[in-house]
């Protein structure tokens, strides 16, 4: 089970932390990415790590500004959001996802939603000007 929170309503250029909680499997053995969805857009990889060695994704569209962390014992992962903009409203979902989502982080390659086999229910990020 992956439970994300910390969503919200903010403004242009504020910051929000996002945290999913993982019950169920360890974030040691699954890759754990950060995804948003508008609605009528498909599911879009913004960032995800391998915890267990450390290996991170980054959209371009939020290097610089977002950074996500793992800790194996909380089981827990989060995304810190700096400089937040309009274009980052969405749902976010938090997913977990084995071979095929670990090598593509490693690969530095986009992460595929097909990929991940667990998910959460979102929780939603409005920013406004």
């Known amino acids: 089970q992956l439970v994300e929170s910390g969503g919200g309503l903010v403004q242009a250029g504020e910051s929000l932390r996002l945290s999913c909680v993982v019950s169920?499997?360890?974030?040691?053995?699954?890759?754990i990415g950060w995804f948003r969805q508008v609605s009528g857009k498909e599911r879009e990889g913004v960032s995800c790590?391998?915890?267990?060695?450390?290996?991170?994704y980054y959209a371009d569209s939020v290097k610089g500004r977002f950074t996500i962390t793992g800790d194996s014992a909380k089981n827990t992962v989060w995304l810190q959001m700096n400089i937040l903009k309009d274009e980052d409203t969405a749902v976010y979902y938090c997913?977990?996802?084995?071979?095929?989502?670990?090598?593509?982080?490693?690969?530095?390659?986009?992460?595929?939603?097909?990929?991940?086999?667990?998910w959460g229910n979102g929780t939603q990020i409005t920013v406004s000007s």
């Open positions: 997913g977990a996802g084995t071979y095929g989502a670990i090598a593509t982080i490693i690969g530095s390659h986009k992460p595929r939603p097909h990929d991940y086999n667990y």
């Open positions: 169920g499997i360890s974030v040691d053995n699954y890759a």
């Open positions: 790590i391998s915890v267990s060695d450390g290996s991170k």
